[in-house]
C-alpha cells in the first residue's frame, strides 16, 4: 500500500503526465533521469557507505584529476597546434572551448566539473580533517590525501569557474559550522587560500570578469526563463522543451543558450507554477526530518546537500546525471533508512538503469554522427544514424 509522500509522488507524476503537453522523447528521458535518482535513493539509503565513498572519492580524484591536468597541458595544446578551419559548427566550437583554456576533464562543461571538484576537495578535506582528529599513523595515506587535495584546486582554479569557487566557500563553511570546529587562525588560512583561487580566476578571465559576462549570461538567461513561466503558467511548455522554445523569449542582441542556468526556473518553465507548490509540500511534510539528530556525524553529506542545492539556483544541476547521482547519494546517507520494498527498488533501479543506458548509448551515435555529417561523411554518418536507431527506435 502506498503511503505519505510515496501517495504525494505518484499523484504528482500523475498530474504531470496529464497536463504536459506533449509525451515527447525529451520527456520520457528526463522523468527516466529522475526515477533513477530516487531509487538510488531508496536502495543506498540502506547502508553505511563511509568507506566504500571514502574509496570511490579518492579513486575518482585520482582519474579525474590528472586526466584534467593531462587534458590543460597536453590534448588542448596538441588540438589548438594541429587546427585547421573547417566550416563546420562542431569543429568551430571545439575551437572555441579548447583555446578558452578551461578544463572539464571527463565531464561536458567546465562548470560542472568545477562543481564535481569542489564536491571532491571538500571530501578530501573531510578525510584529512579526520586523520588528524583520530591520529591514524599511515604516513603514505595522509601524503596520497594532500597530492590529491592540491590536484583538486589546480584543477578547480583552471576550471576557470567562479560558481565553482563559491561553492566550495559555502561547503566548508557549512562543513565547519556543522562541526563547530570554527578556529579563526585556521578559518582565517581557509579564506586566504580560497581568494587567491578567485584572484587567479579573475586574471586567467581577466576580459569576461571586467565586463561581468558569467553574471550578465545568466540574469539574461533566468529573464528569459520568467519570461516563458509568464506565459505558460499552469502546465509550461513540456518537460524537456525548454531548448526548443527558449528562442520564442530571447529578445534582440540577447546572450542565447539552451538552458537557463536555474534548474528550479528552467523545471517551473517546463512544467510549471504548481512544481514550486509540490516541492514546498513535500518540504513541509518532512520538515521534522530535514535536519537529522546525529547531524554533526553526517556534516560532510549535508554541507554536499547544500552545495548542490546552490549549482541548482547556477545552472541546471540535476539534469546532468553526474550531479543527480552525487545528490542521491549523499541524501541516502543523511537519511538512512532500511525499506521493506528493497528488492522491489533495486529491480526498478536496474530496469531504470538498462534502459537509460541504451538511450545514452543512441544519443552518442547521434551526436557522432551529427560531427560527420557536417564534415560532409555522410556514408558513415548514415551508418550511425542506423546503430542509433537499433539501439533506440
Request: proline content about 2%.
Amino acid at each position: 500500500m502506498i503511503k505519505g509522500n510515496q501517495l504525494i509522488l505518484v499523484a504528482f507524476f500523475f498530474i504531470l503526465l496529464f497536463f504536459t503537453f506533449s509525451i515527447n522523447y525529451f520527456f520520457l528521458k528526463i522523468t527516466l533521469l529522475f526515477i533513477i535518482y530516487y531509487y538510488i535513493y531508496s536502495v543506498f539509503r540502506r547502508y553505511d557507505l563511509s568507506n566504500i565513498l571514502k574509496l570511490v572519492t579518492m579513486g575518482v580524484s585520482f582519474i579525474v584529476f590528472f586526466y584534467g591536468i593531462v587534458q590543460k597541458y597536453y590534448i588542448f595544446p596538441k588540438i589548438v597546434s594541429n587546427y585547421f578551419q573547417v566550416k563546420s559548427f562542431f569543429s568551430q566550437a571545439l575551437f572555441e572551448r579548447v583555446s578558452s583554456g578551461r578544463i572539464f576533464s571527463i565531464f561536458t562543461l567546465p562548470t560542472l566539473y568545477g562543481f564535481i571538484c569542489s564536491i571532491l576537495i571538500l571530501s578530501l578535506f573531510h578525510y584529512i580533517y579526520n586523520y588528524f582528529i583520530n591520529k591514524e599513523q599511515n604516513i603514505l595515506k595522509l601524503f596520497f590525501l594532500f597530492i590529491l587535495l592540491f590536484s583538486g584546486i589546480l584543477n578547480l582554479i583552471l576550471t576557470q569557474s567562479f560558481g565553482a569557487v563559491l561553492n566550495l566557500i559555502i561547503g566548508l563553511i557549512t562543513y565547519l559550522l556543522i562541526k563547530k570546529e570554527i578556529n579563526l587562525k585556521f578559518l582565517s588560512m581557509i579564506f586566504m587560500s580560497i581568494f587567491l583561487m578567485i584572484f587567479i580566476i579573475i586574471g586567467l578571465r581577466y576580459n569576461e570578469a571586467k565586463n561581468l559576462e558569467p553574471v550578465k549570461l545568466r540574469l539574461t538567461n533566468w529573464n528569459q526563463a520568467i519570461r516563458m513561466i509568464s506565459d505558460n503558467p499552469f502546465f509550461g511548455v513540456g518537460l524537456g522543451n525548454y531548448s526548443k522554445n527558449v528562442s520564442y523569449y530571447t529578445n534582440k542582441g540577447e546572450a542565447k543558450s539552451i538552458y537557463t542556468h536555474n534548474f528550479f526556473l528552467q523545471l517551473t518553465a517546463e512544467l510549471g507554477i504548481p512544481i514550486i507548490f509540490f516541492f514546498i509540500l513535500l518540504i513541509f511534510i518532512n520538515r521534522k526530518k530535514i535536519i537529522p539528530e546525529d547531524y554533526r556525524d553526517k556534516s560532510l553529506y549535508l554541507a554536499i546537500l547544500l552545495m548542490l542545492v546552490f549549482y541548482n539556483f547556477i545552472d541546471i544541476g540535476f539534469y546532468f546525471l553526474s550531479a543527480g547521482i552525487i545528490f542521491s547519494i549523499s541524501a541516502s546517507q543523511v537519511y538512512r533508512h532500511k525499506s521493506k520494498n528493497f528488492v522491489f527498488h533495486v529491480f526498478m533501479l536496474i530496469i531504470s538503469v538498462f534502459i537509460y543506458g541504451f538511450i545514452y548509448l543512441s544519443d552518442d551515435k547521434v551526436t557522432e554522427a551529427n560531427v560527420l555529417l557536417s564534415m560532409n561523411e555522410k556514408s558513415k554518418a548514415k551508418n550511425l544514424y542506423g546503430k542509433s536507431l537499433k539501439l533506440n527506435p
